[in-house]
């Protein structure tokens, strides 16, 4: 049988101007696709001669305690694939986003090629690898140095799951290709590091890593159990497919709360989003109750699918770049929203004006960008984040915080920044800065925002991360053969 080992991977998003607004179908959102990804390989699991599992293992292997082991069942009256998490030695935390995606997909591949009813699915090794920029450092974060040549390049720390799982065929760590250093050399950056913590204690940057897993997770599903002629990502209709199936599984693990605009750019990159309607996904029955399959695929393979991805709405003068500052504290945006639309629902016409104020400038935005008038930005940028700022004290909601305020407007005075905006929900995320691309420019910025984190005792830092137009898109396994079974 051919190998069917695969890696996808998907970008993370800023929502450089839009938030709020793209929750309703009426506005748009200004969405960049991020130098940043969420890659995931897939590929089967050889048991010895005699020995049989089925199992779906999915690891992250930069976390510690984050292997889980899925079986599966196919549930009566066309409820679909449903899957459990099997435990066994050390307890480990759910993930409710791969549970979910699992659930949704299985059920789709299932439905979409039939023989799967009666022979059930292979098992297989699912192995999600993030971009370093997704997480904060932590000052407890173990490394050891290991290849400086291909991707899977930091040994996790030997944690005690480790060493219950380590007899298993279906866990696997990276091949051990650590090289002599000696104690002086500095080792070199690994590509995937291990942030030493667990999923639920990393700091997350913002930069959407739910959307990118899922988008990156769902693609590597349907292409490993898929033939291509029932699923083929390089074409318009297989990423159709893609964002659909992507966007349904998501809403579901995130409570039905998103616009999409996460989704939509991890599949596509770069875009001007508008949202799909709300009540597309209503009547959908849950995953295991009856005729869920079968709605599911008639959904995702029609489906009255209304959002709009305009990408030819959206671009960069050449020598500008989309960076992404991290603050490294928290925000929560669910109630932030929650309060926005509480003001928005009491002050209709107020909304509507402050509503359509933004939108011409979320447009202003995008033409300026799009087509190259660098000089242009300040004068867009500006009055956007006044109209942010001013929503945020209306609804009593920290949009721009003044502490954020205080750092964009210094950081603006700087020779070669252009603009900067706290993106998507505001809030003490991230912050995006569009900014000269080049190492002056690079350098300036790292400087002050060495000065301001001293002076104002919080850890600001310019990630390396930057704004990109690509969407998902399949990756060399071959460089990423450290992570696999054979080769
Ligand atoms: N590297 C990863 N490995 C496994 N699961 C992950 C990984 N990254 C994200 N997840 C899943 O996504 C969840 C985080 O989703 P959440 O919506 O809270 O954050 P987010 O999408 O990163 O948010 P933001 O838009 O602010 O960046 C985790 O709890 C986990 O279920
Ligand atoms: C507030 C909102 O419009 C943007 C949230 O963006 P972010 O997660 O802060 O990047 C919500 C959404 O569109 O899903």
């Not at 200004?30 to 940043?36: E, M």
């Not at 500008?320 to 603050?327: G, K």
């Not at 800065?433 to 850890?459: C, N, P, Y």
Request: hydrophobic content about 35%; some cysteine.
């Amino acid at each position: 049988m051919a190998d069917r080992t695969v890696v996808v991977s998907a970008p993370g998003k800023v929502l450089l101007a839009g938030g709020y607004i793209v929750l309703d179908r009426k506005h748009t959102g200004l969405v960049f696709g991020l130098s940043a990804r969420i890659h995931v390989l897939a590929q089967e699991i050889h048991t010895s001669e005699g020995v049989h599992i089925s199992e779906i293992v999915v690891q992250s292997p930069q976390f510690l305690n984050a292997t889980w082991r899925y079986g599966y069942h196919l549930v009566d009256d066309g409820g679909g694939i449903k899957v459990t998490q099997l435990q066994s030695g050390v307890p480990v935390d759910s993930n409710h986003f791969v549970e979910t995606t699992l659930n949704y997909v299985l059920s789709y591949i299932a439905e979409m090629d039939k023989r799967r009813r009666a022979h059930g699915f292979q098992p297989a090794s699912l192995v999600i690898l993030a971009d370093n920029d997704y997480y904060s450092k932590q000052k407890q974060s173990a490394e050891r140095p290991s290849s400086s040549s291909s991707a899977g390049e930091t040994l996790p720390p030997t944690t005690s799951e480790e060493h219950v799982s380590s007899n298993s065929s279906s866990t696997i760590r990276p091949k051990d290709e650590t090289p002599s250093t000696t104690k002086t050399e500095k080792p070199p950056r690994p590509r995937f590091r291990h942030f030493g913590t667990t999923l639920r204690d990393a700091h997350k940057t913002g930069l959407g890593s739910s959307a990118a897993l899922v988008t990156s997770l769902t693609a590597a599903l349907l292409s490993h159990y898929l033939a291509p002629s029932l699923f083929d990502l390089a074409t318009p209709q297989g990423k159709r497919v893609l964002h659909n199936l992507a966007h349904v599984a998501h809403c579901s693990a995130q409570g039905k709360i998103g616009s999409g605009f996460d989704v939509a750019s991890a599949v596509y990159g770069s875009c001007l989003y508008r949202r799909f309607s709300p009540t597309l996904l209503s009547s959908l029955p849950n995953p295991g109750e009856p005729g869920f399959a079968s709605a599911l695929a008639e959904l995702v393979n029609a489906g009255k699918w209304d959002c709009e991805i305009q990408k030819e709405k959206v671009g960069l003068p050449p020598d500008v770049a989309i960076r992404m500052c991290d603050v490294d504290c928290g925000t929560q945006t669910v109630s932030m929203v929650k309060k926005v639309h509480a003001w928005r629902d009491g002050n209709p016409d107020l909304a509507a004006k402050a509503y359509h104020d933004l939108q011409s400038k979320v447009d202003d935005l995008a033409r300026v960008l799009r087509e190259g008038k660098t000089e242009e930005i300040p004068a867009v940028m500006g009055p956007f984040r006044d109209l942010m700022r001013k929503l945020g004290q209306d609804c009593g909601v920290p949009i721009e915080p003044e502490s954020q305020e205080g750092m964009l407007n210094a950081l603006e005075k700087l020779d070669g920044v252009y603009g900067s905006v706290v993106p998507g929900a505001g809030g003490y995320d991230a912050a995006a800065v569009v900014m000269k691309d080049d190492e002056e420019t690079e350098k300036k910025v790292k400087g002050f925002l060495r000065e301001w984190s001293a002076k104002h005792e919080i850890q600001v830092r310019l990630m390396r991360v930057k704004g990109e137009t690509d969407g998902v898109r399949k990756e060399d396994v071959r460089e990423f053969k450290l992570w696999t079974h054979c080769c």
